[in-house]
């Protein structure tokens, strides 16, 4: 992931994610029925984080470009508060 000015604040790859993320999927899904909270299809999951976070401020500009997907940016306003 890159700020407004191009520099990269946070990057990772799939490994990351507990060494593989179907592991961090099989990790949810094994964890989430012992709560009694199957998943249940149609249920969207996110396999896990992939790099480091970072402060995000009104302002703050981020773009983040996945291998094979593309790319979506995203600002912050700080309005709505």
Known sequence: MTDGTGAVVSSGTG???LG???AAL???ARTASAFGEP???G???LSGA???MTAVRPGS???AT???LGSVQAQFTGEGR
Do not use: Q
């Open 15 to 17: 490994a990351d994610c």
């Open 20 to 22: 593989d993320p179907v």
């Open 26 to 28: 099989a990790w949810l």
């Open 39 to 41: 998943l249940r299809a």
């Open 43 to 45: 249920d969207v999951v």
């Open 50 to 52: 992939l790099g480091p």
């Open 61 to 63: 500009v981020f773009t």
């Open 66 to 68: 996945l291998s094979g």
